[in-house]
């Protein structure tokens, strides 16, 4: 299986990836290890969708972070679950 996660940072900052294994780049992405999440080490796991292929799981991320639309509703979902919104 292939994840598209999103995570979330004290700042409200979201991040959006690709990993076969959540666990574990969640545990990089807190160590510093990921160029873009390394500045905040506090990254809360918000939401993932599971597919069965690399490429469906890209595609996804790609319609994520290139269709603002799309994802301005997921934060806002987000945001409304934790009662932040």
Not at 20 to 28: M, V
Not at 35 to 57: D, G, M, P, R
């Amino acid at each position: 299986m292939h994840y598209v996660y999103v995570l979330i940072n004290a700042d409200k900052k979201f991040y959006i990836g690709v990993t076969d294994n959540i666990e574990r780049r969640l545990d990089e992405h807190n160590a510093g290890l990921s160029n873009f999440t390394s500045k905040s080490k506090l990254w809360k796991l918000v939401y993932f969708e599971a597919y069965t292929t690399l490429s469906l799981a890209r595609r996804r991320e790609n319609k994520l972070k290139n269709h603002g639309k799309g994802f301005q509703e997921l934060k806002k979902r987000i945001l409304d679950e934790k009662g932040e919104g």
